[in-house]
């Protein structure tokens, strides 16, 4: 697979009531191609979010949207723009962030989580700097990531909670 030059194809889920923001690093293939965030069917991420939400796991885009909007939780990624080989973070260069620090003055974001390694080094790198604002790492609710069971990603996010309820 031959690396390609990449702009993020799609903008934030967000509100002005949003109080949870959770970044990933750059969409996937698949996620590209369904054109919505954590497309791809073994992704945990929809699972995840819903039974922290106390939800049924959303299908479609819309309903997708309707549930993070609902829960006060925000969703973007942290990368603007890269170079990347398919879907593998390993691969991402030339990563140029999204604008976070807008998104924190129209929104009522407290708490910044990332989704995986590569997005909470991405965030360290070029958004911390800019926002002054922390983050915390999650694990990763990719497949790739399969030390991590349902159940156990389900209950690490849990630290989310708290700013859900507030």
């Known amino acids: 697979m031959e690396f390609e030059s990449l702009s993020h194809p799609f903008p934030p889920v967000c509100d002005a ?9 750059f969409p996937s293939v698949r996620s590209r191609q369904t ?3 954590y497309g791809h069917p073994q992704n ?4 995840v979010t ?7 796991t959303p299908v479609s885009i819309e309903q997708k949207r309707a549930m993070l909007l609902r829960n006060g939780i925000a969703l973007w990624d942290c990368i603007k723009s890269c170079t990347v080989r398919g879907s593998s973070d390993a691969s991402i260069r030339d ?13 009522s ?7 995986g390694k590569a997005a909470f080094e991405c965030y360290r ?4 700097p800019v926002t002054g604002v922390s983050a915390a790492l999650l694990p990763s609710t990719s497949a790739a990531n399969a030390a991590w069971s349902l159940d156990r990603l389900t209950e690490a996010w849990q ?5 859900l309820l507030k």
């Open 95 to 107: 990563a140029k962030p999204n604008d976070i620090d807008r998104l924190l003055k129209i929104t």
């Open 50 to 56: 819903a039974a922290l939400t106390g939800e049924e």
């Open 159 to 163: 630290v989310i909670l708290p700013d």
């Open 17 to 25: 009531d949003s109080r949870v923001l959770i970044l990933g690093s």
């Open 35 to 37: 054109g919505f965030y």
């Open 44 to 47: 945990r991420f929809w699972r």
């Open 125 to 128: 790198k070029f958004i911390l």
């Open 109 to 115: 974001i407290q708490s910044i989580f990332c989704n």
